[in-house]
Each structure stands twice: as C-alpha cells, then as structure tokens.
C-alpha cells in the first residue's frame, strides 16, 4: 500500500526559509514521478514542483528561483527547499506520486498524480 507522509511545515516571517520532506513507502520509489502541491483557502490545488524518475524537475512560475525540490532514492524520501517565503505561499502542502505515468500526459496537475500524503501547512507573516 502506497503512503506518504508529509513533514516540515510551519510557521515562518517573509523571507524565511523551510524544507519540507516526504516519507514515501509501499512502492519502488524510484520508478515513478513525485510532485509537490499546494492549496489555500478557497483556492484550487496548485502544481508546486515535480521531479521524476531520472532527476529531472519542474517548477511553477511562481516559485522559480526560490524553490528547489529533490530526492533521496536511498531514504525513498522527496524534499522541496524553500527559500525567499511569500505571504502568498501560505498554504497546505501536498505531496504526490504518479504511478501510471500521468504527468508526462497532462504535466503539474493533480488529476496526474494517483497518491496523495495528508499535507503539511506552510504559513508565511508578513
């Protein structure tokens, strides 16, 4: 049974930094693409970052530059760094896998990605 466990949010002033983490387990970690989403209050589920299977990564114009997501094969754990904090990045964090290959269809979408950890909140004072 697939899971994922988010970690790492919290409470920072504008500028700040994070890194939240994902624990991932029930799958072989590496064969499939992992994603980072968000979402606020009264807004829709964004595309963060991705990264898949050879390392290769995806960001969301609002986060470039100032997010970096990554991963440990060996721990089957995924990261993202997040540096440079916005009012605007409060939100719940999301961490998913596509399993089927979805991303490389539809891209940084959540209908894309099959398994969803339960979040972690990221909230960012001005």
């Known amino acids: 049974q697939v899971q994922l466990v988010e970690s790492g949010g919290g409470s920072v002033q504008s500028g700040g930094s994070l890194r939240l983490s994902c624990a991932a387990s029930?799958?072989?970690?590496?064969?499939?693409?992992m994603g980072w989403f968000r979402q606020a209050p009264g807004k829709e589920r964004e595309g963060v970052a991705a990264?898949?299977?050879?390392?290769?990564?995806s960001y969301a114009d609002s986060v470039k530059g100032r997010f970096t997501i990554s991963q440990d094969n060996a721990k089957n754990t995924l990261y993202l760094q997040m540096n440079s904090l916005k009012p605007e990045d409060t939100a719940m964090y999301y961490c998913?896998?596509?399993?089927?290959?979805?991303?490389?269809?539809?891209?940084?979408?959540?209908?894309?990605?099959?398994?969803w950890g339960q979040g972690t909140q990221v909230t960012v004072s001005s």
């Open positions: 998913a896998a596509d399993l089927g290959g979805g991303y490389y269809y539809m891209g940084l979408v959540p209908p894309a990605f099959g398994y």
């Open positions: 990264i898949d299977s050879d390392g290769s990564t």
């Open positions: 029930g799958y072989t970690y590496s064969s499939y693409c």
